[in-house]
């Protein structure tokens, strides 16, 4: 609470008393440290050499080689979940994130929005007179709340950050990436063909933000929070780093799991007598779907084989290279001479991803939108893998290989989607245990009470005047000085997407459920029993031989989700979470009008064109005959629609997942002077499901000047970013006829307007057809 004011008030300031306390900016201790938080993205516990994966990160090495490898760290088996527990120190359903913000429902556990009971570490930090920094990706805003017109309650800089820039979304491309500086939305500073990588922007962001700070109050500590956009999809890395894995993976995932658990024993990650989990532990599709199956090497044609590897050298390539530009961060701390004094925790948000399905993408979008993959182009396109002309994600064998030992990977609440590496390092506390490696049992709610125990910081009864809710985690500072104390975590729930399971006191209940199958039936769910501090990859199943045991786990299971609001529990498909109706900024409507000069607009805000009539309207003038420049752009080559003025002609290209592109032209220039341009798309029929097919008509100043063919692609143009913009294309480019941002020249747009049909029938059509 402020102080209260203790000086003299007279009528004649000559007569008064001044007392500063009560309006001075809360100051930290004299001796208090930094705070770096570097989180990556579905990074598996098998990934980093430092854990004995064959990816080369000498960096992160060099951290963990100041601190401590924890090798039993557990995260809630996705990233917006294991994210809003680690800022806060609560459980994921407490904290109303249940699965990623972008499957919000109105349910107490589920609904996205972060209860200001529920305090970040950044909100209390800063109340403990640190500056307070937020760089990368976010994603704890609901995606209704992602435009220039929304709320900003739940944005970084109303949870306590003073700065932030970074993305919003789960997901964003690494060479074009959807930017947001404090609160509103930026292009990026310069392209890929200047060297531009997101990962290289954000830690050239987070040292200048610390910069910043110290170069006005050198003795002011700071807390950053820098969440990488590595190693989420698409993998994503200048063509030199990704060659230097060429032939590597060769081996295929199966060999590599072997491998790597040699590595892992060797370094004391797990117990020497580890096993290998199964490939696929349960039956599809009576458990899990066909999608999170993963295919035997052997299996593969070479064709196949070859385009593997290269998914995952491109996965290895961007690792590395995001390594390389972090150390740059860690020499940048140890010239200015803040390392030994910074508490440096790196983690990663869950296991593995496993979203590639069996067959892995050249194209992730493909999958956002139910369309095949197409193995034959993934062939053709191999050479594209990890360039700004692919969106790659390897296929669910890396998933389970990246996982090792672990049984299936990122969203199951099997050890494979929970386990990931963690690194705490703080060199001034640590000198005499650095570079040792701890096993006690801890989950991501445990890390902020650990920065406040280091920090002497006592965890605030209110913030912004709200009453705070107990911490749930416990702080794991204990186990700095010694490998062989017993754990202070004893239980632990999870629920992900309809998975379930319970740890408590080295044994762990699992619940044979898959994610997205829309089975239900929880009631009847078979489950399983491992005792996890001698079996950490659940192989051996124990339910028979202890009986009472699984009894007493499970009805725990229930207590703890009673406990944490983590009912109802959901396993529908991600098509059916995501088209239901949720309320938005402002209702859905006939007409939508934009104007140039003007932020981006995310998907999630623009009008929807999916599987549906529309008519695209732009109002514009020519000034000079050489006028040329992007008049509408909506999403990248991978999907998108885009109207240009090019060699004094107008153009409208329709972009159909990358893999078709509708243009339609005028044959004469235009002339000087103003004109209306229109694209009108009429729908016929689907085919296949979902896949609007009709009539483009392209119209000059009421004049027909061609017609033909279309189709529409079924799902967003983009799970993350590349939203629409009038007069530029802000990311990457919708069609290759042009480059990025090509800003319209020579003339001036009025505004461009989009109508869309509003009948019941349209309404539910364009339901069904979200992504």
């Known amino acids: 609470m402020?102080?209260?004011?203790?000086?003299?008030?007279?009528?004649?300031?000559?007569?008064?008393?001044?007392?500063?306390?009560?309006?001075?900016?809360?100051?930290?201790?004299?001796?208090?440290?930094?705070?770096?938080?570097?989180?990556?993205?579905?990074?598996?516990?098998?990934?980093?050499?430092?854990?004995?994966?064959?990816?080369?990160?000498?960096?992160?090495?060099?951290?963990?080689?100041?601190?401590?490898?924890?090798?039993?760290?557990?995260?809630?088996?996705?990233?917006?979940?294991?994210?809003?527990?680690?800022?806060?120190?609560?459980?994921?359903?407490m904290n109303g994130v249940a699965a990623v913000v972008d499957f919000a429902m109105g349910f107490p556990g589920a609904n996205a929005v972060i209860p200001p009971e529920n305090g970040t570490v950044a909100e209390v930090l800063a109340e403990n007179g640190y500056n307070t920094y937020c760089v990368g990706k976010w994603h704890l805003t609901p995606s209704s709340e992602m435009s220039m017109g929304s709320s900003r309650r739940t944005w970084p800089l109303a949870r306590g950050f003073e700065r932030f820039y970074g993305f919003h979304g789960g997901e964003t491309n690494q060479f074009f990436p959807h930017l947001t500086y404090d609160n509103h939305f930026v292009d990026q500073p310069y392209g890929p063909d200047e060297g531009y990588h997101l990962s290289r922007?954000?830690?050239?962001?987070?040292?200048?933000?610390?910069?910043?700070?110290?170069?006005?109050?050198?003795?002011?500590?700071?807390?950053?929070?820098?969440?990488?956009?590595?190693?989420?999809?698409?993998?994503?890395?200048?063509?030199e780093w990704i060659d230097r894995y060429r032939g590597r993976f060769d081996m295929g995932y199966d060999r590599y799991r072997e491998i790597v658990l040699e590595n892992q024993k060797r370094l004391g990650v797990v117990p020497p007598g580890t096993e290998l989990s199964p490939m696929n532990p349960w039956p599809s599709p009576d458990v899990v779907t066909e999608r999170d199956e993963v295919a035997p090497w052997d299996s593969l044609g070479d064709g196949q084989k070859r385009v593997f590897a290269r998914m995952a050298e491109a996965f290895a390539g961007f690792c590395s290279y995001t390594?390389?530009?972090?150390?740059?961060?860690?020499?940048?701390?140890?010239?200015?001479?803040?390392?030994?004094?910074?508490?440096?925790?790196?983690?990663?948000?869950?296991?593995?991803?496993?979203?590639?399905?069996?067959?892995?993408?050249?194209?992730?979008?493909?999958?956002?939108?139910?369309?095949?993959?197409?193995?034959?182009?993934?062939?053709?396109?191999?050479?594209?893998?990890?360039?700004?002309?692919?969106?790659?994600?390897?296929?669910?064998?890396?998933?389970?290989?990246?996982?090792?030992?672990?049984?299936?990977?990122k969203r199951f609440s099997t050890n494979g989607g929970t386990v990931a590496p963690a690194i705490i390092a703080w060199a001034r506390e640590m000198r005499?245990?650095?570079?040792?490696?701890?096993?006690?049992?801890?989950?991501?709610?445990?890390?902020?009470?650990?920065?406040?125990?280091?920090?002497?910081?006592?965890?605030?009864?209110?913030?912004?005047?709200?009453?705070?809710?107990?911490?749930?985690?416990?702080?794991?500072?204990?186990?700095?000085?010694?490998?062989?104390?017993?754990?202070?975590?004893?239980?632990?729930?999870?629920?992900?997407?309809?998975?379930?399971?319970?740890?408590?006191?080295?044994?762990?209940?699992?619940?044979?459920?898959?994610?997205?199958?829309?089975?239900?039936?929880?009631?009847?769910?078979?489950?399983?029993?491992?005792?996890v501090r001698t079996d950490r990859s659940e192989n051996r199943e124990l339910g028979r031989e202890h009986p009472g045991k699984l009894r007493e786990l499970i009805a725990l299971w229930y207590v703890e989700a009673g406990r944490n609001n983590a009912l109802p529990l959901d396993d529908r498909v991600p098509r059916e979470i995501m088209t239901m109706d949720r309320p938005g900024l402002s209702p859905a409507r006939e007409?939508?009008?934009?104007?140039?000069?003007?932020?981006?607009?995310?998907?999630?805000?623009?009008?929807?064109?999916?599987?549906?009539?529309?008519?695209?309207?732009?109002?514009?003038?020519?000034?000079?005959?050489?006028?040329?420049?992007?008049?509408?752009?909506?999403?990248?080559?991978?999907?998108?629609?885009?109207?240009?003025?090019?060699?004094?002609?107008?153009?409208?290209?329709?972009?159909?997942?990358?893999?078709?592109?509708?243009?339609?032209?005028?044959?004469?220039?235009?002339?000087?002077?103003?004109?209306?341009?229109?694209?009108?798309?009429?729908?016929?029929?689907?085919e296949p499901r979902y896949v609007a097919n009709g009539t483009l008509t392209l119209s000059v100043d009421d004049t027909a000047v061609t017609s033909g063919p279309m189709r529409t692609q079924p799902g967003k143009f983009s799970v993350a970013g590349e939203g629409l913009?009038?007069?530029?294309?802000?990311?990457?480019?919708?069609?290759?006829d042009y480059a990025a941002p090509f800003p319209l020249r020579g003339g001036t747009i009025a505004r461009v307007s989009v109508r869309v049909p509003m009948t019941a029938e349209a309404e539910a059509e364009a339901v069904l057809a979200g992504d």
């Open 323 to 409: 390594d390389h530009e972090l150390g740059r961060l860690i020499d940048y701390l140890e010239e200015s001479g803040q390392l030994d004094d910074t508490v440096i925790v790196v983690l990663s948000d869950n296991g593995a991803s496993g979203e590639g399905t069996p067959h892995g993408s050249i194209n992730e979008n493909k999958g956002f939108n139910g369309y095949p993959e197409d193995p034959a182009e993934n062939l053709e396109k191999i050479d594209k893998i990890g360039t700004p002309e692919a969106y790659n994600q390897y296929p669910t064998g890396w998933a389970w290989a990246f996982s090792t030992p672990y049984k299936l990977f």
């Open 201 to 239: 922007d954000l830690v050239d962001r987070t040292i200048e933000f610390i910069r910043d700070g110290k170069q006005v109050a050198p003795d002011k500590p700071w807390f950053a929070y820098l969440a990488l956009g590595a190693t989420h999809a698409p993998h994503h890395a200048p063509k």
């Open 591 to 686: 007409l939508y009008v934009y104007h140039p000069a003007t932020a981006e607009i995310p998907e999630e805000a623009a009008v929807n064109v999916r599987n549906r009539s529309f008519t695209l309207t732009a109002e514009f003038e020519t000034t000079t005959e050489d006028a040329e420049g992007v008049i509408f752009a909506h999403g990248s080559r991978f999907g998108g629609h885009a109207l240009y003025l090019k060699d004094r002609r107008l153009h409208y290209v329709y972009n159909f997942l990358g893999i078709e592109e509708y243009r339609f032209s005028t044959d004469a220039p235009l002339d000087v002077g103003r004109h209306v341009a229109v694209a009108r798309f009429d729908k016929t029929h689907e």
């Open 2 to 93: 402020p102080e209260q004011f203790r000086g003299i008030v007279n009528l004649d300031v000559r007569d008064s008393q001044q007392d500063w306390a009560p309006y001075l900016a809360p100051q930290a201790r004299p001796d208090a440290p930094n705070v770096l938080y570097v989180l990556w993205d579905d990074t598996g516990m098998a990934t980093w050499d430092i854990f004995g994966g064959l990816v080369e990160t000498p960096n992160l090495t060099r951290i963990a080689q100041l601190g401590l490898r924890y090798t039993q760290w557990h995260t809630a088996a996705m990233c917006s979940p294991t994210r809003a527990s680690l800022l806060t120190g609560r459980n994921h359903h």
């Open 432 to 531: 005499e245990v650095a570079g040792q490696v701890r096993d006690q049992y801890h989950h991501v709610v445990d890390i902020t009470p650990t920065i406040y125990d280091c920090l002497g910081i006592t965890p605030p009864q209110f913030v912004k005047g709200y009453a705070q809710s107990p911490l749930q985690g416990v702080s794991m500072r204990y186990s700095f000085a010694s490998g062989t104390v017993e754990s202070t975590r004893r239980t632990q729930y999870y629920a992900m997407l309809g998975t379930r399971s319970i740890y408590h006191d080295g044994w762990k209940a699992v619940a044979r459920h898959g994610t997205g199958t829309g089975h239900g039936d929880f009631v009847n769910d078979e489950w399983e029993l491992y005792h």
């Open 725 to 736: 913009v009038i007069g530029r294309d802000s990311g990457d480019a919708v069609t290759g």
